[in-house]
């Protein structure tokens, strides 16, 4: 169903500077291309620029030098309307603080991206939410507000909001780094789970080994270079 | 992008933070309902005090000046006809005050599409005769029903019925000049005119107009009566009073009857000029002070929004990187001040509406206004209409800055930060 090889995202030299208090180069020709299906982690010590990279990677951070491309399209220099229709259509996201939204339900908090695409009715994209949630064993949890969650529970919560689009692509910010063993696990089998059975691309920044240790490929990165794993 | 997701989270976003968006509704409710009372209020009082020269005034007065003739025999020599003669002392000769041909005037006048209703009358200087004392006065001959019908007069006339007055030989005396006669209902007073001939009326009602001075002089006989009283003949007329359908073609009315016609004709815009300066200024103090309030309650927006945009910047950032653009971010927050702005100032209407009822119920009783029992009230709707206007623009611009601000977040920064 999938063509494995297919580059899902590209990231040619891109370089990153910061300049506030001093210039310093965060990212040094950062290079590599995640293929279609492929569950992959970048690992590094604190302060080598993975989280950056990530931003970058999102689109939701412009201020680069270098070239890259989602699903064979070059986005740099692009609107920024276009960019958020990107994010909204192909990048689903997860933090390692959850992000829900406090002010809605669970299903509204997987609801949201999917009325704000417009592809599919309300009555359909709740269907598809509810779908969604009851892979992860949420739909007890529905109709909870997002702040009665806990925070494993939160997580799938924003797992499921990431799928809701079904994305090329799926990115996650250290998405186990606030949680405990068990909920950790959790999210990882759901990971391991969505790669296995639906193919989905993953791209999950962490820095803790053992999570790393059971992805496809592993990216290592040191002092803002990518020293293994392109 | 659907508005009903816009809709939907700024609805989200206000029920979050529900006692700020509370105290916001309440301002800008606060301010329209001010803004209504008070230019309700205002208007009400000017309507009233312009009503109480303005209905008692025709649009159009005709009537026949005492001067001297332009036409000097002078004029009419060859020798210094053609020159700029100067002649002092010009005495008006044979000059009288009643108008000529005033039969053929009253049906032109009549007969003009324009005209809503023609009402003569005669002005008789006399005398009202107490004891020894003569005071000083005007006894103005009326035809009540086209008085009542066109000037309100039974407004005015506040003991007594003004139809008694088509009983020949009787008066309504003015309410001051009334109590310096201590002439009752019922009693007869003695006038003398400025011909001489004395008169024995009978006093049927009161007259109070609410300026003094007019009620310390004049009183109101049937036209029939005064020109008894002064020996003329049934012609004799002094004024001819019109009022048009709109009052706004009296100078051009007054102008092409005074060509017609050769009398004197005064139109209400030039005589009263001085009410209309007055009102509107009244008025444009009132939207003053209903517009200050209205901008003290949209910094209140302003601020509220602020404060809402620091605790949401998380929702905001998250918006962002789940596909919402600037755009849909400074929807949400202008929604939210719109929704906040209608909310508040559709209550704001009702609230005012309701306190002009109030107000409407006040007692207010003065001498100088017979007819007015309570406070006079401007129901208009054109105040509901600025002020309901007023209240989306002004949170429409208290919002637009904190909205500007909320897209321009950016989500990585918020992200990061945690």
């Known amino acids: ?230 | 992008m659907k508005w009903s997701l816009i809709l939907e989270l700024a609805r989200a976003l206000m029920f979050a933070r529900i006692k700020q968006t509370l105290v916001a509704a309440v301002g800008v409710t606060f301010s329209i309902t001010m803004f209504v009372a008070l230019l309700g209020f205002m208007n009400g009082l000017n309507t009233l005090l312009d009503g109480l020269v303005l209905n008692r005034t025709p649009h159009i007065r005709f009537y026949n000046q005492i001067k001297p003739n332009p036409n000097q025999p002078i004029d009419l020599s060859p020798e210094f006809g053609k020159g700029v003669n100067v002649i002092r002392s010009i005495k008006p000769s044979n000059s009288r005050l009643a108008i000529y041909n005033s039969e053929p005037i009253l049906k032109t006048l009549n007969a003009d599409p324009r005209v809503r209703g023609v009402s003569a009358k005669i002005a008789a200087q006399v005398f009202y005769n107490v004891g020894s004392i003569d005071l000083t006065g005007v006894v103005n001959g009326i035809d009540p029903e086209k008085e009542i019908d066109l000037f309100a007069f039974q407004d005015y006339v506040t003991v007594g019925n003004p139809e008694d007055l088509l009983q020949t030989n009787s008066i309504i005396l003015g309410k001051g000049a009334a109590d310096r006669m201590l002439a009752d209902i019922g009693d007869v007073i003695q006038i003398t005119t400025a011909q001489g001939n004395k008169a024995q009326l009978k006093v049927v009602g009161y007259y109070q107009s609410g300026l003094a001075d007019f009620d310390n002089a004049n009183s109101f006989a049937s036209i029939n009566t005064v020109q008894k009283m002064m020996g003329e003949p049934a012609s004799y007329l002094t004024d001819i009073q019109v009022k048009l359908h709109d009052f706004n073609q009296a100078p051009a009315f007054a102008n092409e009857y005074r060509e017609i016609f050769e009398i004197e004709a005064d139109d209400i815009q030039t005589v009263n000029a001085q009410f209309e300066t007055g009102s509107s200024i009244r008025t444009l103090i009132s939207y003053a002070v209903g517009i200050t309030l209205l901008v003290v309650s949209g910094f209140g927006i302003y601020n509220i929004l602020n404060m809402m945009i620091y605790e949401k910047l998380d929702t905001i950032a998250i918006l962002k990187a789940i596909g919402f653009n600037s755009q849909d971010v400074k929807r949400i927050f202008i929604t939210i001040a719109l929704s906040i702005g209608f909310i508040g100032g559709t209550l704001g209407l009702l609230f005012g509406y309701l306190s002009c009822l109030g107000i409407e119920r006040i007692p207010f009783e003065t001498d100088a206004l017979p007819t007015v029992k309570t406070y006079p009230i401007d129901f208009s709707s054109k105040y509901y209409f600025i002020g309901g206007i007023f209240s989306l623009v002004t949170t429409y611009l208290a919002g637009f800055f904190p909205a500007r601000k909320a897209s321009s977040v950016d989500p990585v920064d918020i992200i990061r930060g945690k």
């Open chain 1, 1 to 230: 169903m999938t063509k494995t090889n297919q580059p899902v995202l590209e990231a040619k030299n891109i370089d990153k500077f910061f300049y506030n208090p001093v210039e310093t180069q965060v990212l040094k020709k950062v290079s590599f291309t995640i293929n279609r299906g492929e569950f992959v982690s970048v690992v590094g010590k604190s302060g080598c620029g993975k989280s950056t990279l990530l931003y970058i990677l999102s689109t939701m951070d412009t201020d680069y030098k270098g070239e890259l491309l989602i699903d064979e399209q070059v986005i740099n220099g692009k609107h920024s309307n276009y960019l958020s229709r990107l994010r909204n259509e192909k990048i689903g996201f997860v933090f390692q603080f959850h992000y829900l939204l406090n002010e809605f339900s669970a299903l509204e908090n997987v609801l949201i991206p999917g009325l704000k695409l417009g592809k599919y009715s309300r009555e359909e994209l709740e269907h598809q939410a509810m779908e969604k949630l009851k892979i992860f064993d949420m739909q007890d949890h529905a109709l909870k507000k997002a702040n009665q969650l806990s925070g494993g529970q939160k997580q799938r919560v924003a797992i499921a909001r990431a799928l809701i689009n079904d994305p090329l692509l799926i990115m996650g910010d250290e998405p186990t780094g606030n949680l405990d063993k068990k909920n950790a696990d959790i999210v990882f089998n759901i990971f391991k789970e969505l790669t296995a059975e639906f193919h989905q691309t993953i791209l999950i920044v962490t820095h803790d080994p053992e999570f790393a240790e059971g992805t496809d490929r592993i990216i290592e990165m040191e002092d803002g270079r990518v020293i293994s794993g392109q």
